[in-house]
């Protein structure tokens, strides 16, 4: 019998069709960003990508059931230190501007922008939804938040319809900082252990 | 023999390569990489297929006497 765990495919798509609908569910995405990192920093290293990360599984179900993914090999230049830990600054950085933006409508400067920007350029008009029932801040950050998640969520599925259907593991963000926080957590560990392969020999 | 070989210095840790195991020869050492029990590993290929990151190989390994 499967596990509860193995439809959480179903709350990433459930989570992008609400945000749609209504951008203030933008904010339960929180979730993702939150639960992973609190798992690596107890010490449960990157379990949340195998055991519980949603967007994993939908990739994993579009590219591999549905055949949507031409399962060749990611370019070498993509898992490399470098371009993972520059995508994680990158992003880090786009995340921060809209962390300030929410501010500076928080404390009046600007006003409320209903707009959902689509791969850090393209801004789509995106105002059916009543926000009034909100501070506006808290609706300004559903629309950067949405914006965050839509984009990456696009990004995946190119790299999932080109390259392997989990090609977005290899440089998601999230990914990298869990994994960042264990080799922190565990470097002695690593040290002693050594070559894995010596190890079993 | 034929045995899995992960690229250490380039795994991301997703635990794909776990999850397809047929004979649960693979494990996330600590959130860092992928970590192949070769007494366990049958060389089926089936990581070397899923590992979204292509940093797993399938070689042939010589036999300890």
Same mark, same amino acid.
Request: glycine share 6%.
């Given at each position: 019998?499967?596990?509860? #765990? ?15 609908? #209504? ?19 107890? !010490?449960? !290293? ?9 967007? !994993? ?15 060749? %090999? *990611? ?10 830990? !520059? ?13 300030? %933006?929410?501010?500076? $409508? ?9 707009? $959902?920007?689509?791969?850090?350029? *393209? ?8 926000? %009034? ?14 914006? $965050? ?20 593991? $290899? ?25 894995? %392969?010596?190890?079993?020999? | ?65």
């Amino acid at each position: 019998m499967k596990k509860w #765990n193995e439809y959480l495919w179903m709350f990433s798509a459930v989570y992008m069709t609400l945000g749609f609908f #209504n951008i203030l569910f933008a904010w339960i995405g929180m979730i993702c960003f939150i639960t992973p990192l609190l798992l690596s920093i107890i !010490g449960k !290293g990157k379990i949340y990508c195998n055991s519980y990360c949603g967007r !994993g599984q939908l990739f994993e179900l579009l590219g591999g059931r549905l055949k949507l993914s031409s399962n060749r %090999s *990611i370019p070498a230049f993509i898992r490399s230190k470098w371009f993972r830990y !520059g995508f994680l600054a990158f992003f880090m950085t786009m995340f921060a501007i809209m962390v300030f %933006s929410t501010y500076l $409508v928080f404390n009046g400067t600007n006003n409320l922008q209903e707009i $959902v920007t689509l791969l850090w350029t *393209i801004k789509l008009p995106w105002n059916w939804t009543n926000t %009034s029932t909100v501070s506006p801040w808290i609706a300004q950050f559903a629309f950067g938040f949405y914006s $965050v998640m839509l984009t990456s969520t696009i990004l995946g599925l190119i790299t999932m319809f080109f390259f392997k259907p989990r090609s977005w593991c $290899v440089y998601c963000p999230m990914g990298t900082m869990t994994q960042g926080i264990s080799m922190l957590k565990y470097r002695r560990k690593v040290k002693q252990n050594g070559t894995p %392969s010596k190890r079993n020999s | 023999m034929k045995k899995a070989i992960v690229n250490k210095n380039e795994c991301v840790a997703c635990g794909v390569c776990e999850k397809v195991c047929p004979r649960q020869a693979i494990t996330i050492f600590h959130g860092i990489y992928a970590d192949v029990n070769e007494d366990l590993c049958i060389g089926c290929k089936k990581c070397e297929k899923a590992c979204p990151a292509s940093v797993i190989q399938v070689v042939q390994k010589e036999v300890a006497s």
